[in-house]
């Protein structure tokens, strides 16, 4: 998979420094204990190709970034200790020409357009946004991809969990550096299960999951509005209308025919800020997931179901957006034209 997209997929990226090769190794594995199998390893200490090169041989898998290159021989360091990809503070010439030249992906932090100009040039994709928070946040951000079309950004310095968020529903960013996932006086202090559980908070954080609503299932139309109108006179609530089904509320979703397909006895559905994301995380622990259920919108895919069933129920993770399933409409006014639709699908045999 190219390098890019991996970073994407991962959403943030921890940004280490190390001071000793010996805490390499148990970092790792909190890192990956946590989910986020992903780490920039920066050049402010004289271990840090060793603990690229620890890192690689133990856990191959993972994604290895080399941080804070300023010179090519860092550059040739990180690259032959395993790292798949270079990050410089700054816009070095020589470091960006040693890397496109020898097909290295490398990412110069750039804070000015000029700047970015210069990593287009050499035919960049993606540029470290650094530092981010100081620079200009979001705002500054925008006024220099407004003019790179097609560059990616990935923010660093001043990004946390507060804000996190905020970079990554833009669609100028391609990821984020987390500084705070590894702090150094918790590494430093040997902490590793407080580092694994920052890691997994730094993962669900970018995931964002939330419930949605409940599908239940109904065999027939006539049971699909009865049970919907009882629910909807019991608690006062609006309705909104599919030809399919109808939301009872923003948590209820009744069906008006049998769908089987999603689980005996309906389904759960839950949210989140990147499907694509949402999958590659879900994938990775083994969740399979079923393609063909798959639904669009605006050119890419928003809802996926998953392929195992939860207690009869089948699940599915719709990504957040500005998409809405069916017309919200007051009780009455849905009571109103529904018998004719339920004689409508009665006569059809449904």
């Not at 025919?257 to 590659?280: C, M, S």
């Not at 129920?313 to 009571?335: C, L, S």
């Amino acid at each position: 998979m190219d390098i890019l997209k991996r970073i994407e997929n991962y959403g943030v990226i921890p940004v280490v420094k190390i001071e000793k090769a010996d805490q390499a190794l148990p970092l790792a594995k909190a890192l990956c204990d946590g989910e986020l199998e992903a780490a920039e390893i920066t050049f402010r200490t004289e271990c840090a190709a060793e603990a690229i090169e620890v890192i690689r041989k133990n856990y191959p898998d993972m994604l290895l970034g080399a941080g804070t290159v300023t010179t090519v021989e860092q550059a040739k360091k990180a690259v032959e200790a395993g790292a798949d990809f270079i990050v410089s503070p700054c816009y070095v010439e020589e470091v960006v020409s040693y890397c496109v030249e020898n097909d290295i992906c490398v990412m110069p932090g750039c804070a000015t357009p000029t700047e970015v100009q210069m990593a287009a040039s050499h035919g960049l994709k993606a540029v470290k946004f650094f530092p981010a928070e100081a620079a200009g946040g979001v705002a500054y951000l925008n006024s220099m991809a407004s003019v790179f079309k097609g560059m990616k950004f990935m923010p660093t310095g001043g990004v946390k969990p507060s804000n996190l968020r905020q970079y990554l529903l833009n669609p100028n960013v391609l990821a984020c550096g987390g500084t705070w996932i590894v702090p150094s006086d918790l590494l430093n202090a040997g902490a590793y299960d407080e580092i694994r559980k920052l890691a997994r908070d730094a993962v669900f954080t970018v995931l964002n999951f939330s419930f949605a609503h409940v599908g239940i299932n109904c065999d027939t139309c006539r049971e699909g509005y009865e049970n919907i109108f009882r629910l909807a006179d019991t608690f006062d609530l609006i309705l909104g209308n599919t030809r399919s089904s109808s939301y009872v509320g923003h948590e209820v979703e009744i069906t008006k025919q049998p769908f089987k397909v999603r689980g005996p006895h309906g389904h759960l559905g839950y949210f989140t800020d990147n499907l694509e994301r949402a999958i590659f995380y879900l994938e990775k622990k083994g969740i399979e997931f079923n393609y063909d259920s798959v639904k669009p919108y605006n050119g890419k895919m928003y809802v996926i179901y998953l392929k195992d069933f939860l207690a009869g129920f089948a699940i599915h993770i719709e990504e957040r957006n500005d998409h809405n399933p069916g017309k919200w409409e007051h009780r009455e006014e849905v009571k109103a034209y529904a018998p004719a639709e339920i004689e409508e699908r009665e006569a059809m045999g449904e």
